[in-house]
């Protein structure tokens, strides 16, 4: 087969390009590493890397993610010492930010937190502090302040459990396809923060040699949704469940915004602003437009409050069963809701199980169905892109639902918006539209002449009420 030259040549500039940023990574690790030295001679008396250095001067708010960094290096670098030479340790750095595969990063971070790395296994207990400290990161660094959830071991739980499923260990490979099926986004905060402290970490080290060592994250969005809180809090869905979604979803749901402009001069400007788009994405706004326990629990109330609103969402769905295990799944839906006999939908909508486990259940296009008023097909909201088996099935009284073939009282409802200000801003326009529309159509007033004639008065003869005032009204 001939490959034409425009290929050829696209071939050869993405690769260009890729050089050119492996140079540039490599060139801008080189003064931490330099630094890292320089205080773990002057400290520790040593001629390289020190973990001591290492976690007090490059990750001090984080010690168990310096710890399994700095042994991961080190058991690469085949270190006969405690200590990590200045030439293994700058490779070994400049491996970990030549990383542009999605899949490598994840494989890399879950080695990294095995407990044994030569058996290749990894237990829940090391998954579990792996995504605590992904979780951490993004916490610190939400972008209206350092964020805490009471939940957050419940949804840890849900996740470990479902790589897990109670068996004490599994391969590498198994965790890592898992997490690439499930959740593939969730390590990349991790690999994300390295990369930026790696890179610029010696600006701060400069300017503190002489004073306390602290950390700075100016600049670093994690790219965490924003749960805009109207009326009481509600917790179906937490901030650390969206932080889980959110890592899940495709990009359509959590779509950041453009992050700021970056001014630097110098030759350096092309390595910042490379690595502003690798760590700094202002995240979107995630809208509340439903809440069965603020609104009322009915297909009517849902209806009033989604429809009209075009833009991605995401439908709540908690329910308990008569033995006490409760679910939580979330309906997520990349275009705007609609009521018809026919499945609809793109190839981003998806379905996930929140709690007690976590899974991305299904992806696929025509798997959404909602209908509350078309006679003669199958009435509620349903989901699964089998129309004859749905996966999940809620009534048309919004009162109980069906998923994976077990029935459930439906408890509670919520929806949110996944998408930019103004889609929530027309919606509300619509409203406000539609009640004004409906006061002018109950205040028309119609004259005798015109009522002989009209619709209704017949509809009210054949309801046996012949008797009516002719007079207008």
Do not use: W
């Given at each position: 087969m001939v490959v034409p030259a425009n290929v050829t040549h696209l071939r050869f500039t993405i690769v260009g390009i890729q050089v050119r940023n492996l140079k540039k990574k490599k060139t801008c690790v080189k003064p931490t590493c330099k630094l890292l030295v320089q205080r773990s001679q002057k400290e520790d008396g040593v001629n390289g890397v020190t973990e001591n250095s290492f976690t007090k001067y490059l990750f001090p708010?984080?010690?168990?993610?310096?710890?399994?960094?700095?042994?991961?290096?080190?058991?690469?670098?085949?270190?006969?010492?405690?200590?990590?030479?200045l030439a293994t340790f700058r490779h070994q750095c400049e491996r970990i930010l030549a990383i542009l595969d999605d899949n490598a990063i994840i494989d890399t971070y879950v080695r990294m937190f095995c407990t044994d790395p030569e058996e290749a296994s990894v237990t829940p207990d090391d998954l579990r502090s792996l995504l605590y400290v992904s979780y951490k990161l993004s916490m610190d660094y939400y972008p209206e302040g350092p964020q805490t959830c009471m939940l957050i071991n419940k949804t840890l739980t849900a996740v470990v459990g479902g790589c897990f499923n109670k068996a004490d260990s599994h391969s590498v490979n198994f965790v890592v396809r898992w997490l690439e099926e499930h959740c593939h986004r969730l390590v990349f905060p991790v690999h994300r923060y390295c990369v930026h402290l790696l890179a610029t970490r010696h600006r701060e080290l400069e300017s503190q040699l002489e004073s306390s060592p602290g950390e700075s994250g100016t600049g670093i969005e994690l790219a965490t949704p924003v749960l805009d809180r109207v009326g009481p809090t509600v917790a179906l869905l937490p901030v650390s469940a969206a932080w889980l979604v959110a890592a899940t979803l495709p990009q359509v749901y959590t779509r950041p915004l453009k992050p700021p402009p970056v001014a630097h001069s110098g030759s350096n400007s092309a390595s910042a602003a490379w690595m502003s788009r690798l760590v700094c994405a202002l995240p979107s706004h995630w809208v509340p437009l439903y809440s069965s326990n603020e609104h009322g629990l009915g297909a009517n109330r849902f209806l009033h409050h989604t429809l009209a609103y075009r833009g991605p969402t995401l439908v709540v769905v908690a329910g308990s069963a008569e033995g006490g295990e409760s679910v939580t799944v979330v309906v997520a839906s990349s275009q705007e809701w609609r009521e018809t006999h026919q499945y609809w939908g793109g190839p981003d909508c998806a379905l996930l199980q929140l709690y007690p486990t976590y899974s991305l259940v299904e992806r696929a296009p025509r798997m959404l169905y909602l209908n509350t008023s078309i006679r003669g097909y199958p009435k509620?909201?349903?989901?699964?892109?089998?129309?004859?088996?749905?996966?999940?099935?809620?009534?048309?009284?919004?009162?109980?639902?069906?998923?994976?073939?077990?029935?459930?009282?439906?408890?509670?409802?919520?929806v949110w918006g996944c998408g930019d200000c103004a889609l929530r801003e027309s919606q509300l326009d619509v409203k406000k539209w539609q009640v004004k529309e409906a006061e002018r159509h109950r205040n028309v007033k119609i004259s005798a002449a015109d009522w002989i004639e009209h619709p209704d008065r017949y509809l009210l003869e054949m309801a046996g009420?012949?008797?009516?005032?002719t007079t207008a009204s």
């Open positions: 708010r984080y010690p168990e993610l310096a710890r399994q960094f700095y042994r991961y290096i080190h058991k690469l670098g085949k270190c006969k010492n405690k200590h990590i030479p509620g909201l349903r989901a699964g892109s089998d129309p004859r088996a749905p996966i999940l099935s809620i009534n048309e009284g919004f009162d109980a639902f069906t998923f994976k073939g077990v029935p459930y009282p439906l408890k509670a409802i919520e009420r012949p008797q009516y005032n």
